[in-house]
């Protein structure tokens, strides 16, 4: 059974901004692994951070000069500024302990799970809709209500039409990456949240 990059979803309101992207990390700095760019196969360059789980996986088992698949967390300023956080490494052979007599390509294992390179997972809070530049924007909350501090959201801007009717809506989206571009490929309304009263 080969793992799935990203995770089903447990609960009807899990907030998550994640994705996949395969290109080759490069780190600024050779003794500073966790700062760099991750180029993909068109040659874009995405500023880059390694989160500290990924590290000790990156020291073990990759080699820089090669191309992987990049389990990452998005987070943009603005619609072209894309910046990725690095979770972890999905290499279905090296390190998912799959038995490597199959002969399948990893675009087609990806595709099994119904995935793609540059497809991202984003659930949240639908908190803004520009109709003329056709951007929204998702709030994403990353520890649970009892937890959450200032520090704990963050906002994802994404190119994509959805109705003002649903502002303040928990939405669901999938996400293809173009460039540095997040663009929506569709949506699903979940719910209203309520609003907290303070």
């Known amino acids: 059974m080969i793992k799935n990059p990203i995770q089903e979803v447990t609960n009807k309101l899990q907030y998550r901004a994640i994705g996949i992207v395969k290109g080759i ?4 700095n050779i003794d500073q692994l966790n700062r760099g760019t991750l180029t993909d196969k068109e040659g874009k360059i995405l500023e880059t951070v390694i989160l500290g789980k990924a590290i000790p996986l990156i020291k073990k088992y990759i080699d820089l000069d090669k191309d992987y698949f990049w389990i990452v967390y998005p987070r943009n300023k603005n619609i072209n500024h894309l910046h990725l956080q690095v979770a972890g490494i999905w290499d279905p052979y090296q390190l998912n302990q799959v038995e490597n007599n199959s002969e399948k390509d990893p ?5 099994e799970l119904n995935l ?3 497809y991202f997972s984003i659930r949240g809070e639908l908190v803004y809709v520009n109709k003329q530049k056709k951007e929204i924007v998702i709030k994403i909350c990353s520890s649970p209500p009892s937890k959450r501090s200032k520090y704990s959201t963050f906002k994802i801007i994404i190119e994509g039409e959805i ?4 502002l303040n809506n928990f939405v669901n989206l999938d996400v293809i990456r173009d460039g540095s571009i997040l663009r929506m490929v569709k949506y ?3 719910e209203k949240i309520k609003s907290e009263k303070v």
């Open 25 to 28: 990390y490069k780190p600024n």
């Open 107 to 111: 675009h087609e294992l990806l595709k």
């Open 116 to 118: 793609n390179n540059n």
């Open 163 to 166: 109705s003002l009717q649903f």
């Open 188 to 190: 699903e309304i979940i």
